[in-house]
């Protein structure tokens, strides 16, 4: 599906996949126009945005983002409320507001009477008008540190204040063209030190096999480079517990497809129950957990080897849901031709 990318603000081709996307964002908040906002109220506006957005703006996970399903805390009050409670902290009337927002005075009234909610592209401006942070008007009951304004920052906001008008909308510019510099520099970093792989769907057995015709690709992944994926074809799922205590059941492997292996080496391999992943013996494939003897179920039956297993897949091996996304939009032509490639949907 097309989307705007909060970094160019063109529109990109991206495809869903195995990560898939939160349901809802607030893009391009960093080249917010406080310059639009009367005398005043630029001040709160700053202190919106410092609350919003990290210093660390090389974290993704740090931009304003609203996932429908995981990303807010629960609600403690109503936004009714809330709106009513910060529109007399701002010291405005209902027809202050909705001049400041672009909506009528009706309209304010309808949200704080609980009639109706604030379309959600009106959430970041009124959080500029009122100096408060996304997740204070969504009544957020627990406040994470990196929300809060350091010494630091509370500093820089009070130098602010006594700029001139051009001089704050002067920093305001400044302020944005450095955090599209280094969004850029990270995606640089980003894509310099990631891969995308094909995930497989048939878990590699390490017990009881797994019907098998063909290693299907039923999705694709990043993982960042290191030593033991840079030859990596896939990524495996690992079934059962015949290969501990090297392999658990539930891990992913790096997988090397190859029929030239050495005795000794861990490898995916193939029987009529399906596929399997052993360590390779001078008489042929064999368990690690004694207690799971791998051997062939019938006479004419035969092992095949499919490939080698380059290492675990580890934790830090996985970008975060937020260097994910980016790297959704910075590869997202690898991704539409991987998906062509795959028959995938």
Request: charged letters at 25%.
């Amino acid at each position: 599906m097309a989307k705007k990318s909060s970094r160019s603000g063109k529109e990109v081709k991206t495809d869903t996949g195995m990560q898939d996307s939160g349901a809802a964002s607030f893009e391009g908040a960093a080249e917010a126009d406080i310059s639009m906002l009367p005398e005043g109220k630029k001040a709160g506006a700053v202190h919106a945005a410092g609350r919003i957005h990290s210093p660390n703006y090389t974290d993704r996970s740090q931009k304003p983002r609203v996932d429908a399903n995981k990303s807010l805390p629960i609600r403690s009050v109503p936004m009714a409320d809330l709106i009513r409670k910060y529109r007399g902290s701002a010291g405005l009337s209902q027809q202050e507001l909705g001049d400041m927002l672009g909506v009528t005075r009706n309209t304010v009234g309808n949200w704080e009477g609980g009639k109706y909610r604030p379309d959600l592209d009106l959430l970041l401006p009124m959080c500029l008008v009122f100096g408060i942070s996304l997740y204070e008007l969504l009544g957020a009951a627990d406040m994470s540190p990196e929300f809060t304004v350091t010494n630091q920052e509370q500093i820089l906001l009070e130098q602010y204040r006594q700029l001139s008008p051009v001089g704050q909308r002067v920093a305001a510019r400044m302020v944005s063209s450095m955090l599209d510099e280094e969004v850029m520099a990270n995606d640089r970093i980003l894509d310099e030190n990631s891969i995308l792989l094909a995930h497989v769907s048939t878990a590699a057995a390490a017990g009881d096999g797994y019907a098998f015709s063909d290693i299907p690709v039923d999705n694709y992944c990043f993982v960042f480079k290191n030593g033991n994926n840079l030859n990596a074809d896939a990524v495996m799922r690992v079934k059962g517990d015949s290969m501990l205590p090297v392999y658990r059941d539930g891990q992913h492997v790096y997988v090397q497809y190859t029929q030239s292996v050495e005795v000794g080496e861990d490898i995916i391999c193939v029987s009529r129950e399906g596929l399997h992943i052993k360590r390779l013996g001078v008489d042929g494939p064999y368990s690690l957990n004694r207690n799971l003897p791998f051997g062939l179920t019938s006479p004419d039956d035969h092992v095949e080897i499919r490939g080698r297993v380059l290492g675990i897949v580890s934790e830090t091996d996985l970008p975060c849901r937020a260097d994910l996304d980016s790297l959704e939009e910075i590869r997202h032509r690898e991704i539409r031709e991987f998906v062509k490639k795959h028959g995938l949907k």
